[in-house]
């Protein structure tokens, strides 16, 4: 869990990091977009297929779905739906709606008295199975 | 007396350590949800949006999304897969049915909504997933993937479906139509020729990636394995690797 304000301010884009269990690959122009589910979206130029530079990382903890329009980078971000432009090699928040979508689901269905009694400035980023 | 107060604190205080240390919960109306992972896609000037529960239009001519109208319900179903078919098709897979859109100027129009109707053993969006995504790229064909053989479908232009070939014992992963081309994982990933008959010809494979899904642009297959991302050329009927992250 995360709180409001964390969420709010966490878009962030990072030096590149490991590619782990990316889930969707998008391409804009020479550019991949790999999403890592609930942690953030890797860009990669891709100039050279044989050999692609990772540029970075954009931080998006909770992304569960994203797609590109123009240059624009359209997310689900846990709750919110957000929207990020990316434009010289630079990643900056241009909007974003709360609450949004409905809250991430536990695997199992079950929702704990711990998560349902939670404070409201919390909100759910990522489950991890035990 | 002292005894027996301090046993029934100690049995107290053990009591509440435990309380506290667990969380017991039992499966009941109160605390049982069931909605799925948000989704989007990105198609001409809309947005679809699967926000958990419903599946909506969006339209993105404007600065922000603005909402034009709810697409479709999804009810106790939390495997819900948008996929793009083409510019003007898109399909909403669920565990139990697949929903097909075509897209008429601004208007979205429901075209087919088919519950169980090729495969009723889908273990997961992923497959209806596979088995609509093809029809995107040869448009007479329809290809589901069922587990673990690729089924290949005729479709009609009312979309109804005639199996017509099956390549048995694929991986039941990776799979994407470029052209008449038809790239699977089995024994990494092969490309098959579709011939008049839709029959899959087996052209040639590279070994050694096993596929979680094939995105394909232009003769360049950016495979996702669970390394990490291989990129493929496949020209001339011959397979390239070209990197891996």
Redesign the interface.
């Known amino acids: 869990m995360m709180s409001r304000n964390e969420l709010n301010q966490s878009i962030k884009f990072l030096p590149a990091q490991q ?2 269990n ?4 998008l ?1 804009k122009g020479d550019t ?1 977009f ?1 999403m890592q589910p609930f942690e953030g979206i890797h860009v ?1 130029d ?1 100039q050279n ?4 530079v ?1 540029l970075g990382f954009i931080n998006v903890p909770g992304v ?6 123009g240059t624009k980078i ?3 971000q846990s709750v919110d ?1 957000i ?1 990020i432009e990316w434009k010289n090699s630079s990643a900056n928040l241009k ?1 974003r ?1 709360e609450n ?7 695997p199992d ?6 998560v ?1 009694n939670r404070p409201d400035s919390l909100v759910i980023v990522k489950w991890i199975e035990k | 007396m002292k005894t027996l107060i301090k046993t029934l604190f100690l049995f107290a205080f053990c009591f509440a350590l435990v309380s506290c240390e667990d969380d017991p919960v039992q499966p009941n109306e109160n605390n049982y949800v069931n909605v799925g992972t948000p989704k989007m896609l990105s198609i001409g000037n809309m947005l679809v949006i699967y926000d958990g529960e419903n599946v909506s239009q969006y339209s993105t001519v404007t600065n922000q999304p603005v909402f034009v109208k709810k697409l479709l319900d999804i009810f106790y179903e939390k495997e819900v897969a948008l996929k793009k078919l083409d510019d003007i098709h898109f399909a909403v897979a669920t565990e139990s049915s697949t929903a097909i859109f075509e897209i008429d100027g601004n208007n979205v129009n429901l075209i087919d909504h088919s519950f169980f109707s090729i495969c009723n053993n889908f273990a997961a969006a992923q497959n209806a997933f596979a088995r609509v995504h093809h029809s995107a790229f040869s448009n007479s064909n329809y290809c589901p993937e069922t587990n673990p053989d690729v089924e290949i479908f005729e479709r009609d232009a009312q979309w109804n479906l005639t199996q017509v070939a099956t390549i048995i014992e694929a991986e039941n992963a990776g799979i994407a139509f470029y052209g008449d081309t038809l790239f699977i994982c089995k024994n990494g990933v092969s490309a098959y020729a579709l011939d008049a008959l839709l029959q899959p010809q087996f052209i040639t494979n590279i070994a050694g990636i096993y596929a979680e899904e094939i995105t394909i642009k232009n003769n360049l297959l950016l495979v996702q394995t669970p390394e990490g991302l291989s990129q493929i050329r496949f020209k001339n009927k011959q397979f390239k690797l070209l990197s891996e992250i």
């Open positions: 590619l782990i990316a889930e969707k690959y391409t991949i790999a990669i891709n297929p044989e050999m692609p990772q569960s779905d994203f797609a590109l329009k359209l997310a689900n739906l929207e909007f709606k949004f979508n409905k809250e991430l689901s536990p269905n079950i929702v704990s008295s711990i349902k």
